[in-house]
T-cell receptor
Framework: GQQVMQIPQYQHVQEGEDFTTYCNSS?????IQWYKQRPGGHPVFLIQ?????EVKKQKRLTFQFGEAKKNSSLHITATQTTDVGTYFC?????????FGKGTLLTVNP | NAGVTQTPKFQVLKTGQSMTLQCAQD?????MYWYRQDPGMGLRLIYY???????DKGEVPNGYNVSRLNKREFSLRLESAAPSQTSVYFC???????????FGPGTRLTVT
């Protein structure tokens, strides 16, 4: 079945540093989604990418979808303590998603 | 709108006991999902229901059963709980016109 791999598993940064998490799929994806889960909370949808090479920005967050639609990345510029949490990528069909294992981001103030 | 609600929030079971986790959504979504989340394992799909009246197995269905009671409600049953089923369980729902899934607050289950 489809596998979605995400690295790194953990990332600790000083506040103000940048952060990037990478997602790779074993198969071509029709779309990729990103979710954020705060400690003790539930996953919350951030964004969806559909087109090859697509880049989307949300304030300090930049999301990219690879040209081959098999990889994606999330980059956070100048991290803040509010960015703490686990970031998941997920790919799949309209009915079913396969989630990566997530990257836990901690930020030292 | 309450979104996706789950009951109970916490539960402790002894090995061999049974229980049902309840999930309801008020967004008129067609599709509903049950995931489990274990440390370092991400979210793994247990069962899903693409629409009312249908259910399908996900990645880790063994030891679980589901019922799509109506469009709003999707329950997950553990017939004979095992310590390996200690986990956080999330229910989610989705509108057919978009890809985004909406998650409930989760049920933290411990099996001793």
């Amino acid at each position: 079945g489809q596998q979605v791999m995400q690295i790194p598993q953990y990332q600790h940064v000083q506040e103000g540093e940048d952060f990037t998490t990478y997602c790779n799929s074993s198969t071509t994806l029709s779309n990729i989604q990103w979710y954020k889960q705060r400690p003790g909370g539930h996953p919350v949808f951030l964004i969806q990418l559909v087109k090859s090479g697509e880049v989307k920005k949300q304030k300090r967050l930049t999301f990219q979808f690879g040209e081959a639609k098999k990889n994606s990345s999330l980059h956070i510029t100048a991290t803040q303590t509010t960015d703490v949490g686990t970031y998941f990528c997920a790919g799949g069909s309209n009915y079913k998603l396969t989630f990566g294992k997530g990257t836990l981001l901690t930020v030292n103030p | 709108n309450a979104g996706v609600t789950q009951t109970p929030k916490f539960q402790v079971l002894k090995t061999g006991q049974s229980m049902t986790l309840q999930c309801a959504q008020d967004m008129n979504h067609n599709s509903m999902y049950w995931y489990r989340q274990d440390p370092g394992m991400g979210l793994r799909l247990i069962y899903y229901s693409a629409s009312e009246g249908t259910t399908d197995k996900g990645e880790v269905p063994n030891g679980y059963n589901v019922s799509r009671l109506n469009k709003r409600e999707f329950s997950l049953r553990l017939e004979s709980a095992a310590p390996s089923q200690t986990s956080v369980y999330f229910c989610a729902s989705k509108d057919p016109t978009v890809y985004e899934q909406y998650f409930g607050p989760g049920t933290r289950l411990t099996v001793t």
